[in-house]
Protein backbone atom coordinates (compact mmCIF):
# COMPACT_ATOMS: atom_id res chain seq x y z
CA UNK A 1 0.00 0.00 0.00
CA UNK A 2 1.32 3.27 -0.90
CA UNK A 3 0.33 6.92 0.74
CA UNK A 4 -0.55 10.01 -1.24
CA UNK A 5 -1.33 13.20 -0.11
CA UNK A 6 -2.64 16.26 -1.84
CA UNK A 7 -2.62 19.81 -0.23
CA UNK A 8 -5.50 22.61 -1.24
CA UNK A 9 -3.16 24.20 -4.18
CA UNK A 10 -3.83 20.66 -6.15
CA UNK A 11 -8.01 20.87 -5.54
CA UNK A 12 -8.72 24.82 -5.67
CA UNK A 13 -10.61 24.50 -8.87
CA UNK A 14 -12.25 22.16 -10.94
CA UNK A 15 -9.84 21.16 -13.35
CA UNK A 16 -7.39 21.02 -10.80
CA UNK A 17 -9.51 18.59 -8.98
CA UNK A 18 -9.44 16.05 -12.17
CA UNK A 19 -5.80 15.95 -12.48
CA UNK A 20 -5.68 15.02 -9.04
CA UNK A 21 -7.94 12.43 -9.93
CA UNK A 22 -5.97 11.35 -13.01
CA UNK A 23 -2.93 10.77 -10.70
CA UNK A 24 -4.65 8.98 -8.08
CA UNK A 25 -6.18 6.74 -11.26
CA UNK A 26 -2.51 6.29 -12.58
CA UNK A 27 -1.15 5.26 -9.19
CA UNK A 28 -4.08 2.83 -8.16
CA UNK A 29 -2.08 0.07 -9.56
CA UNK A 30 -1.19 -0.57 -6.42
CA UNK A 31 -3.20 0.09 -3.00
CA UNK A 32 -3.56 3.66 -2.18
CA UNK A 33 -4.40 5.29 0.84
CA UNK A 34 -5.17 9.13 0.05
CA UNK A 35 -5.01 12.09 2.35
CA UNK A 36 -6.19 14.90 0.95
CA UNK A 37 -6.29 18.39 2.30
CA UNK A 38 -9.00 21.52 2.28
CA UNK A 39 -10.08 23.43 -0.96
CA UNK A 40 -7.50 25.90 -1.97
CA UNK A 41 -8.46 28.66 0.79
CA UNK A 42 -11.04 27.25 2.82
CA UNK A 43 -9.15 26.89 5.88
CA UNK A 44 -8.55 30.77 5.91
CA UNK A 45 -12.42 31.00 5.22
CA UNK A 46 -13.26 28.82 8.36
CA UNK A 47 -10.87 30.35 10.57
CA UNK A 48 -12.63 33.88 10.04
CA UNK A 49 -15.73 32.10 10.73
CA UNK A 50 -14.74 30.60 13.98
CA UNK A 51 -13.39 34.67 14.35
CA UNK A 52 -16.54 35.58 13.98
CA UNK A 53 -19.06 33.14 15.95
CA UNK A 54 -16.20 33.80 19.00
CA UNK A 55 -17.08 37.19 19.16
CA UNK A 56 -20.61 37.17 18.74
CA UNK A 57 -20.99 37.74 15.40
CA UNK A 58 -23.27 35.29 14.58
CA UNK A 59 -24.67 36.85 11.39
CA UNK A 60 -21.62 37.33 9.50
CA UNK A 61 -20.29 33.83 10.80
CA UNK A 62 -23.32 32.19 8.98
CA UNK A 63 -23.31 34.71 6.04
CA UNK A 64 -19.11 33.58 5.33
CA UNK A 65 -20.02 30.05 5.72
CA UNK A 66 -23.17 30.51 3.50
CA UNK A 67 -19.99 31.51 1.01
CA UNK A 68 -18.28 27.83 1.63
CA UNK A 69 -21.54 25.97 1.20
CA UNK A 70 -22.33 27.71 -2.27
CA UNK A 71 -18.59 27.32 -3.49
CA UNK A 72 -18.33 23.85 -2.45
CA UNK A 73 -21.52 22.54 -4.05
CA UNK A 74 -21.05 24.61 -7.12
CA UNK A 75 -17.62 22.93 -8.07
CA UNK A 76 -19.71 19.38 -7.26
CA UNK A 77 -21.78 20.56 -10.15
CA UNK A 78 -19.23 20.44 -12.69
CA UNK A 79 -17.64 17.45 -11.44
CA UNK A 80 -20.81 15.03 -11.44
CA UNK A 81 -23.42 13.66 -12.68
CA UNK A 82 -25.33 10.07 -11.78
CA UNK A 83 -23.21 10.56 -8.04
CA UNK A 84 -24.65 14.31 -7.98
CA UNK A 85 -27.60 13.19 -5.75
CA UNK A 86 -25.45 11.19 -3.46
CA UNK A 87 -22.82 13.59 -3.10
CA UNK A 88 -24.91 16.69 -2.50
CA UNK A 89 -26.58 14.79 0.32
CA UNK A 90 -23.58 13.48 1.88
CA UNK A 91 -21.58 17.75 1.56
CA UNK A 92 -25.14 18.81 3.26
CA UNK A 93 -24.63 16.68 6.32
CA UNK A 94 -21.30 17.15 6.77
CA UNK A 95 -22.43 21.14 6.54
CA UNK A 96 -24.83 20.93 9.71
CA UNK A 97 -22.00 20.07 12.06
CA UNK A 98 -21.15 23.61 11.21
CA UNK A 99 -24.65 25.04 11.09
CA UNK A 100 -25.74 24.18 14.46
CA UNK A 101 -22.64 25.59 16.11
CA UNK A 102 -23.45 28.69 14.49
CA UNK A 103 -26.35 28.71 16.59
CA UNK A 104 -25.63 28.24 19.87
CA UNK A 105 -23.27 30.63 22.47
CA UNK A 106 -19.69 29.74 22.74
CA UNK A 107 -19.42 28.74 26.53
CA UNK A 108 -15.45 27.12 25.56
CA UNK A 109 -12.36 28.29 24.47
CA UNK A 110 -12.04 29.15 20.99
CA UNK A 111 -8.89 26.48 20.76
CA UNK A 112 -12.14 24.33 21.11
CA UNK A 113 -14.88 25.82 18.97
CA UNK A 114 -11.52 26.60 16.23
CA UNK A 115 -11.42 22.66 15.74
CA UNK A 116 -14.59 22.19 15.46
CA UNK A 117 -15.47 24.35 12.61
CA UNK A 118 -11.99 24.18 10.62
CA UNK A 119 -11.41 20.47 11.01
CA UNK A 120 -14.74 21.04 8.02
CA UNK A 121 -12.87 21.78 5.28
CA UNK A 122 -10.98 18.65 4.81
CA UNK A 123 -14.59 16.61 4.99
CA UNK A 124 -15.73 18.41 2.45
CA UNK A 125 -12.81 18.69 -0.24
CA UNK A 126 -12.73 14.51 0.25
CA UNK A 127 -16.56 14.22 0.22
CA UNK A 128 -16.41 15.65 -3.19
CA UNK A 129 -13.41 13.69 -4.90
CA UNK A 130 -14.42 10.75 -3.16
CA UNK A 131 -17.56 10.83 -5.26
CA UNK A 132 -16.03 12.29 -8.50
CA UNK A 133 -13.75 9.34 -8.10
CA UNK A 134 -16.61 7.01 -8.20
CA UNK A 135 -18.45 8.26 -10.86
CA UNK A 136 -14.95 7.58 -12.85
CA UNK A 137 -15.60 3.59 -11.60
CA UNK A 138 -12.74 3.30 -9.44
CA UNK A 139 -13.34 1.56 -6.62
CA UNK A 140 -13.40 4.09 -3.87
CA UNK A 141 -13.85 4.45 -0.38
CA UNK A 142 -14.32 7.61 1.53
CA UNK A 143 -13.01 7.24 5.08
CA UNK A 144 -13.79 9.98 7.90
CA UNK A 145 -10.26 10.51 10.17
CA UNK A 146 -11.95 11.47 13.29
CA UNK A 147 -13.09 7.27 13.48
CA UNK A 148 -9.33 6.47 13.28
CA UNK A 149 -7.20 8.98 14.71
CA UNK A 150 -7.90 9.26 18.34
CA UNK A 151 -5.80 12.11 19.92
CA UNK A 152 -6.06 14.49 23.67
CA UNK A 153 -8.08 17.39 23.91
CA UNK A 154 -5.08 19.83 23.34
CA UNK A 155 -7.17 21.37 20.95
CA UNK A 156 -5.35 22.78 17.36
CA UNK A 157 -2.47 20.97 18.32
CA UNK A 158 -3.11 17.44 19.56
CA UNK A 159 -0.76 15.06 20.38
CA UNK A 160 -1.78 11.73 18.89
CA UNK A 161 -2.62 8.40 20.94
CA UNK A 162 -0.35 5.63 18.86
CA UNK A 163 -1.25 2.44 20.20
CA UNK A 164 -5.74 3.23 20.08
CA UNK A 165 -5.38 4.94 16.71
CA UNK A 166 -3.47 1.53 15.60
CA UNK A 167 -5.90 -0.93 16.29
CA UNK A 168 -8.46 1.48 14.75
CA UNK A 169 -6.51 0.92 11.62
CA UNK A 170 -6.23 -2.67 11.98
CA UNK A 171 -9.46 -3.22 12.76
CA UNK A 172 -10.99 -0.89 9.98
CA UNK A 173 -9.23 0.16 7.48
CA UNK A 174 -6.83 -2.73 6.12
CA UNK A 175 -10.06 -4.63 5.44
CA UNK A 176 -11.23 -1.78 3.56
CA UNK A 177 -8.56 -2.82 0.66
CA UNK A 178 -10.46 -6.51 0.31
CA UNK A 179 -12.97 -4.38 -1.38
CA UNK A 180 -11.49 -0.83 -2.42
CA UNK A 181 -8.69 0.07 -4.37
CA UNK A 182 -8.64 3.83 -2.97
CA UNK A 183 -9.46 5.10 0.42
CA UNK A 184 -9.96 8.60 0.54
CA UNK A 185 -9.61 10.25 4.36
CA UNK A 186 -8.62 13.79 5.42
CA UNK A 187 -5.14 15.34 6.54
CA UNK A 188 -5.03 17.17 9.75
CA UNK A 189 -8.02 16.08 11.99
CA UNK A 190 -8.58 13.36 14.42
CA UNK A 191 -11.18 13.51 17.21
CA UNK A 192 -10.83 12.19 21.32
CA UNK A 193 -12.32 9.79 23.20
CA UNK A 194 -15.59 12.01 23.57
CA UNK A 195 -15.70 12.51 19.69
CA UNK A 196 -14.88 15.98 20.08
CA UNK A 197 -12.95 17.23 16.64
CA UNK A 198 -9.47 18.18 16.73
CA UNK A 199 -6.51 19.51 14.48
CA UNK A 200 -3.04 18.46 14.81
CA UNK A 201 -1.52 21.74 14.31
CA UNK A 202 -1.53 23.71 11.23
CA UNK A 203 -0.49 22.50 8.29
CA UNK A 204 -0.74 18.91 9.47
CA UNK A 205 -1.93 16.87 6.73
CA UNK A 206 1.66 16.21 5.96
CA UNK A 207 1.77 14.24 9.54
CA UNK A 208 -1.15 12.37 9.08
CA UNK A 209 -0.12 11.09 6.10
CA UNK A 210 2.99 9.93 7.63
CA UNK A 211 0.74 8.53 11.02
CA UNK A 212 -1.32 6.13 8.13
CA UNK A 213 2.03 4.84 6.56
CA UNK A 214 3.85 4.29 10.48
CA UNK A 215 0.67 2.58 11.74
CA UNK A 216 -0.05 0.44 8.46
CA UNK A 217 3.44 -0.18 7.27
CA UNK A 218 3.15 1.75 4.03
CA UNK A 219 5.34 1.29 1.48
CA UNK A 220 6.19 4.94 0.60
CA UNK A 221 4.43 8.43 1.07
CA UNK A 222 4.44 10.82 -1.94
CA UNK A 223 3.60 13.96 -1.09
CA UNK A 224 2.33 16.15 -4.29
CA UNK A 225 3.02 19.57 -4.21
CA UNK A 226 2.99 22.87 -6.56
CA UNK A 227 6.70 22.49 -7.08
CA UNK A 228 8.84 20.12 -9.15
CA UNK A 229 11.09 19.36 -6.42
CA UNK A 230 12.25 20.35 -3.14
CA UNK A 231 14.35 23.57 -3.88
CA UNK A 232 17.40 24.41 -1.85
CA UNK A 233 15.75 27.83 -1.39
CA UNK A 234 12.39 29.80 -2.52
CA UNK A 235 12.43 30.22 -5.78
CA UNK A 236 10.25 33.08 -5.61
CA UNK A 237 13.00 34.78 -3.08
CA UNK A 238 16.13 33.10 -4.47
CA UNK A 239 15.87 32.65 -8.74
CA UNK A 240 18.82 30.71 -8.72
CA UNK A 241 17.63 28.11 -6.58
CA UNK A 242 18.44 24.37 -7.50
CA UNK A 243 16.29 21.35 -7.19
CA UNK A 244 17.74 18.51 -4.73
CA UNK A 245 16.74 15.16 -5.53
CA UNK A 246 17.51 13.52 -2.64
CA UNK A 247 17.48 14.03 0.87
CA UNK A 248 17.97 12.10 3.89
CA UNK A 249 16.06 12.45 7.02
CA UNK A 250 18.24 14.03 9.62
CA UNK A 251 18.71 16.46 6.90
CA UNK A 252 15.26 17.46 6.49
CA UNK A 253 14.90 17.56 9.97
CA UNK A 254 16.90 20.01 10.47
CA UNK A 255 15.75 22.34 7.61
CA UNK A 256 12.39 21.91 9.09
CA UNK A 257 13.55 22.93 12.86
CA UNK A 258 15.25 26.04 11.18
CA UNK A 259 11.65 26.99 9.47
CA UNK A 260 11.84 25.40 5.67
CA UNK A 261 8.04 25.09 4.89
CA UNK A 262 8.45 22.45 2.24
CA UNK A 263 7.68 19.19 4.91
CA UNK A 264 6.09 19.85 8.63
CA UNK A 265 8.06 19.14 11.15
CA UNK A 266 6.14 16.45 12.63
CA UNK A 267 5.84 14.06 9.50
CA UNK A 268 9.63 12.58 9.33
CA UNK A 269 9.62 10.77 12.61
CA UNK A 270 7.08 8.40 12.23
CA UNK A 271 8.39 7.66 8.66
CA UNK A 272 12.05 7.42 9.90
CA UNK A 273 10.76 4.74 12.64
CA UNK A 274 9.64 2.49 10.22
CA UNK A 275 11.73 3.44 6.97
CA UNK A 276 9.29 4.61 4.78
CA UNK A 277 10.60 6.58 1.84
CA UNK A 278 8.81 9.79 1.19
CA UNK A 279 8.94 11.14 -2.19
CA UNK A 280 8.27 15.21 -3.09
CA UNK A 281 6.68 15.41 -6.94
CA UNK A 282 4.61 18.03 -8.99
CA UNK A 283 1.05 17.68 -9.34
CA UNK A 284 1.41 20.11 -12.34
CA UNK A 285 4.04 17.96 -13.95
CA UNK A 286 4.21 13.95 -12.34
CA UNK A 287 6.63 12.72 -14.75
CA UNK A 288 9.26 14.87 -13.17
CA UNK A 289 11.39 13.21 -10.69
CA UNK A 290 11.05 14.94 -7.78
CA UNK A 291 12.96 14.37 -4.63
CA UNK A 292 13.18 11.48 -2.81
CA UNK A 293 13.85 11.78 1.15
CA UNK A 294 15.10 8.38 2.52
CA UNK A 295 17.39 7.34 5.32
CA UNK A 296 20.55 7.43 2.66
CA UNK A 297 23.09 10.39 2.86
CA UNK A 298 23.64 13.08 0.10
CA UNK A 299 27.13 14.44 0.77
CA UNK A 300 26.78 17.02 -1.73
CA UNK A 301 24.32 19.48 -1.01
CA UNK A 302 24.46 22.70 -2.47
CA UNK A 303 23.95 25.44 0.15
CA UNK A 304 20.15 25.73 1.41
CA UNK A 305 18.59 28.91 2.31
CA UNK A 306 16.11 29.53 4.80
CA UNK A 307 14.29 32.58 5.14
CA UNK A 308 12.36 33.31 7.95
CA UNK A 309 10.90 37.57 7.90
CA UNK A 310 8.69 39.29 10.30
CA UNK A 311 11.56 39.00 13.35
CA UNK A 312 12.24 40.61 16.42
CA UNK A 313 15.19 40.84 18.73
CA UNK A 314 15.08 41.10 22.36
CA UNK A 315 17.74 42.39 24.46
CA UNK A 316 17.67 40.93 28.35
CA UNK A 317 20.15 43.27 30.22
CA UNK A 318 20.63 42.03 33.92
CA UNK A 319 19.54 45.30 35.72
CA UNK A 320 22.11 45.20 38.34
CA UNK A 321 24.80 44.03 36.03
CA UNK A 322 25.62 41.13 37.48
CA UNK A 323 25.83 37.70 35.42
CA UNK A 324 23.72 36.12 33.25
CA UNK A 325 23.81 32.61 34.40
CA UNK A 326 21.81 30.52 36.50
CA UNK A 327 19.08 32.14 38.00
CA UNK A 328 18.31 35.18 35.40
CA UNK A 329 18.87 32.62 32.61
CA UNK A 330 15.72 30.43 34.11
CA UNK A 331 14.06 33.31 35.17
CA UNK A 332 13.67 34.19 31.15
CA UNK A 333 12.96 30.32 30.08
CA UNK A 334 10.34 30.11 32.67
CA UNK A 335 8.88 33.15 30.63
CA UNK A 336 9.00 31.88 27.65
CA UNK A 337 7.31 28.95 28.56
CA UNK A 338 4.35 31.14 30.49
CA UNK A 339 4.19 33.05 27.46
CA UNK A 340 4.63 30.49 24.69
CA UNK A 341 7.35 31.46 22.85
CA UNK A 342 10.11 30.12 21.59
CA UNK A 343 14.19 31.72 20.78
CA UNK A 344 14.80 30.66 16.74
CA UNK A 345 18.06 32.21 18.00
CA UNK A 346 19.81 33.20 21.19
CA UNK A 347 23.10 34.41 22.37
CA UNK A 348 24.48 35.09 25.59
CA UNK A 349 26.74 37.94 26.73
CA UNK A 350 27.88 38.43 30.45
CA UNK A 351 25.43 40.24 31.12
CA UNK A 352 22.51 40.56 28.62
CA UNK A 353 20.59 37.69 26.52
CA UNK A 354 19.54 38.77 22.84
CA UNK A 355 16.90 36.12 21.37
CA UNK A 356 15.28 36.36 18.14
CA UNK A 357 11.53 35.65 17.50
CA UNK A 358 8.75 35.38 15.42
CA UNK A 359 7.31 38.36 15.41
CA UNK A 360 3.82 37.47 17.15
CA UNK A 361 3.12 41.31 18.47
CA UNK A 362 1.00 40.15 21.31
CA UNK A 363 3.01 37.74 22.43
CA UNK A 364 5.86 39.87 22.29
CA UNK A 365 4.22 42.57 23.50
CA UNK A 366 3.41 40.49 26.64
CA UNK A 367 6.99 38.82 27.29
CA UNK A 368 8.72 42.33 26.60
CA UNK A 369 6.08 43.58 29.68
CA UNK A 370 6.62 40.57 31.84
CA UNK A 371 10.49 40.45 31.60
CA UNK A 372 10.83 44.17 32.13
CA UNK A 373 9.72 43.47 36.01
CA UNK A 374 13.22 41.73 36.28
CA UNK A 375 15.32 43.01 32.91
CA UNK A 376 16.37 45.94 30.86
CA UNK A 377 14.70 45.15 27.84
CA UNK A 378 15.40 46.85 24.18
CA UNK A 379 13.15 45.19 21.10
CA UNK A 380 13.92 45.63 17.40
CA UNK A 381 11.18 44.61 14.95
CA UNK A 382 11.21 44.28 11.33
CA UNK A 383 14.28 41.72 11.01
CA UNK A 384 14.86 38.91 8.78
CA UNK A 385 16.57 35.47 10.00
CA UNK A 386 18.75 33.96 7.31
CA UNK A 387 19.97 29.98 8.09
CA UNK A 388 21.86 28.80 5.44
CA UNK A 389 22.88 24.72 5.53
CA UNK A 390 26.31 23.38 3.99
CA UNK A 391 26.93 27.25 3.44
CA UNK A 392 29.95 28.84 2.11
CA UNK A 393 31.62 32.14 2.09
CA UNK A 394 30.26 33.20 -0.62
CA UNK A 395 26.62 32.62 -0.12
CA UNK A 396 27.24 34.47 3.09
CA UNK A 397 28.43 37.07 1.71
CA UNK A 398 25.87 37.87 -1.24
CA UNK A 399 22.93 37.20 1.37
CA UNK A 400 24.10 39.99 3.36
CA UNK A 401 25.64 42.60 0.56
CA UNK A 402 23.84 45.85 1.29
CA UNK A 403 22.50 44.59 4.92
CA UNK A 404 23.38 45.14 8.56
CA UNK A 405 23.94 41.62 10.28
CA UNK A 406 22.54 42.10 13.92
CA UNK A 407 23.43 38.62 15.19
CA UNK A 408 25.61 35.94 13.87
CA UNK A 409 26.21 32.49 14.84
CA UNK A 410 28.17 29.58 12.78
CA UNK A 411 28.84 25.22 13.29
CA UNK A 412 30.73 23.65 11.14
CA UNK A 413 27.36 22.78 9.07
CA UNK A 414 24.81 26.10 9.56
CA UNK A 415 25.30 29.76 9.72
CA UNK A 416 22.84 31.87 10.75
CA UNK A 417 22.32 35.69 10.34
CA UNK A 418 19.63 38.19 11.40
CA UNK A 419 19.71 40.89 9.26
CA UNK A 420 18.43 44.38 9.10
Known amino acids: MKIYKFGGASINSVDRIKNTGNIIQQGNKDKLLVVISAMGKTTNALEKIAENYFAGKKEEAIELFAQIKESHLNTLKYLTVTEWQNAETQLKELFTEIEWLLHEKPVRNFDYYYDQIVCCGELFSTSIIAHYLTEQKVKVKWLDARDIIRTDDNFRDAAVDWDFSGKQMEEKVAPLFKDYDVIITQGFIGSTDENESVTLGREGSDYTAAIFANLMNGESVTIWKDVDAVMSAD ?179 TAQMVVR
Do not use: W
Not at 261 to 266: A, D
Not at 278 to 287: A, E, N, T
Not at 314 to 341: A, C, G, N, W, Y
Open 235 to 413: PKKYPDASIINALSFTEVIEMAYYGAQVIHPKTIKPLQNKNISLFVKSFLDPSLQGTVISKEINKNLPPIIVNKQKQVIIQFKTKDFSFMEDRPIHQLHELFKEVKVKPNLSQNTAISLLCCFDDHAEKIDLLAGKASELFDVTVEKDLTLLTVRHYNQETLNKLSQNKTVVLEQKTTE
